[in-house]
């Protein structure tokens, strides 16, 4: 079968980190490469995200001081992920995401830190809680994407300043403790973005790219180089398989079918089912309601399914990565609440207003117990996270800015914000009983005073103190709530994305239903299923392996072993 309206060497289907990396690692390889992109915007969710990679024993983090440990690395990571996830998937990953961050560096003008950012379990064998396996990208400068930076996906509402100011962890940090300069800093960023003329007349993007900009932005200029073209609003409709081997693919171009060949072999990097309500009903009940998911809304599991109509095999579908999420009205995700359940004065109660969890544990362990919770009882979705007078002058709660006059606040969070001069009063607003919420605070004050929560142990560990304040002793996140008025946001059980997918191998071909490997089909991302499971062991352990995976399968189809 060769009658093709287009042949390259390497078909490659989404555009985020993973796969456009594959197509980097493919393009060096003097192979002919295409990537299509179902959206009208590129980027895929990586764009929106975070960009943080967790790699174990990097040489950026060998030069900050920390000596990895990859076999603790590997029992860390096996200890946690599912049974039926291999050990050679798991050893590929912690093996290679090393090499492929130091080919990134090389080849692209993405330039990674290492941070000690604890990884999640830490306290588990092999973890790290000094952290320096997380990595996050520096800043670059996207005037180098000419108008290609135009059709980028802005960062997500809960990475960015005022849905539109791109900025990096460090200035998160900066600006949540409002330590010395951050308010010249702040004047000089917007700035910069307000008098970027006359671009600005024109478009609303920020042209300092970080975090998951950064990531996708460099990928893209480098692709800029090696001449690599990027289809927008080209959606895969099915794969063509002949006999034991991907051959091909139909995807829908201006409205027209269209035949792309693919002499040696095609990349699926087109995300998960985040916003597919009718496949989470069938395969992902823990998480059925689409619009809490942070997932770009492209994400409609399309290649999932293309490559299950040719035979191959699905993995943990029932899986993702959870995550207690603010939803704002309107919007069309839901915003990541990473840094404020560690923050000292607030709790998270359910609809009956009693406490249930460490509020400072991973999102995706919080969002695990919320999404579980809803389903045995039936009161966590929504729960509320409870503030007094003195957080919400201090801190933002997802989309509430402090200092903010609620006035200036946007609508959707002047309708969700609930508030009281009393406990009882509050206790009202949100619909649970107020001798109930009045004695989970009482008894939640009684020890935060000592900094203590013997209850759920909030602070203890090493991850739930590196969200909290430093100026808060002797526990960082543990502060009586005891100043009025009193405030309640809703939070919801959602997540970042799913995470179950196509079964791959160690170098991310995928394996069929009658566990045969599917030459020429490879997949990576959420459109795998995770080396993970259904763990989420460290910040970056989806875009890491997605981009080591997509590394890997190009270095397969290209035959390079060096």
Not at 393 to 420: C, E, H, W
């Amino acid at each position: 079968m060769a009658d093709w309206d287009e042949e390259v060497d390497i078909l490659v289907v989404g555009s985020g980190a993973g796969g456009m990396l594959a197509a980097l690692v493919g393009a060096q390889g003097r192979a002919e490469v295409l990537i299509v992109e179902k959206a009208e915007l590129w980027g895929g969710t990586s764009a929106t995200s975070g960009g943080g990679i967790w790699i174990p024993g990097s040489d950026v983090a060998k030069q900050a001081g920390f000596e990895d440990d990859l076999e603790g690395a590997f029992t860390y990571l096996r200890g946690l992920s599912a049974d039926n996830v291999p050990d050679a998937n798991i050893r590929a990953f912690v093996d290679n995401a090393a090499p492929m961050l130091r080919w990134v560096m090389n080849y692209t003008p993405i330039q990674y830190m290492a941070f000690p950012y604890p990884d999640y379990h830490a306290e588990n064998p092999g973890g790290s809680p000094q952290g320096f396996r997380t990595h996050l990208p520096l800043p670059l400068d996207g005037r180098a994407l000419g108008d290609d930076i135009r059709t980028l996906r802005f960062a997500s509402p809960a990475a960015s300043l005022f849905g539109y100011l791109n900025w990096h962890f460090s200035e998160t940090h900066e600006m949540l403790y409002r330590s010395k300069g951050w308010m010249r800093n702040l004047a000089k960023n917007m700035g910069k973005y307000w008098f970027d003329l006359p671009f600005r007349l024109t478009s609303r993007k920020d042209r300092r790219l970080t975090l998951g900009n950064a990531l996708t932005g460099g990928l893209r200029m480098a692709l800029q180089e090696r001449n690599v073209p990027v289809w927008l609003e080209t959606p895969l409709k099915e794969l063509v398989r002949e006999g034991d081997r991907v051959v091909g693919a139909v995807v829908t171009r201006a409205g027209k079918p269209m035949r792309i060949g693919a002499r040696k072999g095609v990349v699926l990097a087109a995300g998960g089912f985040d916003k597919n309500s009718e496949m989470r009903g069938e395969h992902a009940p823990l998480y059925p309601i689409s619009r809490y998911s942070g997932g770009v809304t492209s994400n409609t599991g399309d290649s999932i399914r293309a490559g299950a109509a040719i035979g191959a095999g699905t993995q943990n579908l029932q899986s993702a990565w959870a995550a207690p999420v603010f939803y704002v009205p309107g919007e069309d995700r839901g915003r990541l609440c990473t840094i404020e359940r560690a923050l000292p004065g607030c709790i998270m109660v359910n609809g009956r207003g009693d406490r249930f969890l460490n509020e400072a544990a991973s999102y995706h362990i919080v969002g695990q117990q919320m999404a579980r919770r809803h389903v045995e009882h039936g009161d966590a979705d929504p729960c509320w996270m409870i503030f007094d007078h003195t957080y919400r002058q201090q801190f933002p709660m997802g989309p509430l800015y402090p200092l903010m006059p609620l006035a200036l606040q946007k609508k959707g969070v002047r309708d969700t914000l609930k508030s009281g001069r009393t406990i009882d009063q509050l206790a009202g607003k949100i619909g649970c009983e107020p001798a109930r919420l009045a004695a989970t605070l009482a008894r939640f004050n009684t020890h935060a005073a000592q900094g203590q929560d013997p209850d759920f142990h909030r602070g203890e560990a090493a991850y739930d103190k590196m969200y909290g304040d430093p100026r808060q002793q002797p526990n960082p996140s543990l502060r009586p709530l005891d100043r009025g008025p009193f405030y309640a946001m809703p939070i919801y059980p959602g997540d970042i994305g799913t995470n179950g997918g196509l079964r791959t191998d160690a170098k991310a071909q995928v394996v069929g239903d009658d566990g045969s490997v599917i030459q020429g089909l490879y997949a990576v991302g959420n459109n795998a299923a995770s080396a993970m499971g259904e763990s989420y062991p460290g910040a970056g352990v989806t875009l890491g392996p997605a981009m080591t995976f997509g590394y890997l399968a190009a270095r397969a189809m290209i035959g390079s072993n060096d």
